[in-house]
């Protein structure tokens, strides 16, 4: 089993920076993609950002530029910096991994960034 803790989130001023990261742990492997979906308010759930265990990274059209995803593998971890934020950015953002062989997956519990106008 995995268990995914998410760190950081909060409220933040649009244009203003945050950054959240998230720590694996149990039988992760070395074989994994990470990122981080996002779900705002009464809409469905999407993608941000994930990285492969090669360090390819890939972002929705809507963060390019404003988001990077990085991670550590000796620590399991994942982090998102997130600048220029506007108020759209507002969601519970969900860590996420995959296993890259089998595609089984896992989500972490969520931690709410919030971006006031």
């Known amino acids: 089993q995995v268990q995914l803790v998410e760190s950081g989130g909060g409220l933040v001023q649009a244009g203003g920076s945050l950054s959240i990261s998230c720590a694996a742990s149990g039988s992760i492997g070395s074989r994994n993609a990470m990122g981080w979906y996002r779900q705002p308010p009464g809409k469905q759930r999407e993608l941000v950002a994930h990285?492969?265990?090669?360090?390819?990274?890939v972002y929705a059209d809507s963060v390019k530029g404003r988001f990077t995803i990085s991670r550590d593998n000796g620590k399991n971890t994942v982090y998102l910096q997130m600048n220029s934020l506007k108020p759209e950015d507002t969601a519970v953002y969900y860590c996420?991994?995959?296993?890259?062989?089998?595609?089984?997956?896992?989500w972490g519990q969520g931690t709410q960034v919030t971006v006031s106008s």
């Open positions: 996420h991994l995959r296993r890259e062989l089998t595609g089984v997956a896992y």
């Open positions: 990285i492969t265990s090669g360090g390819t990274s």
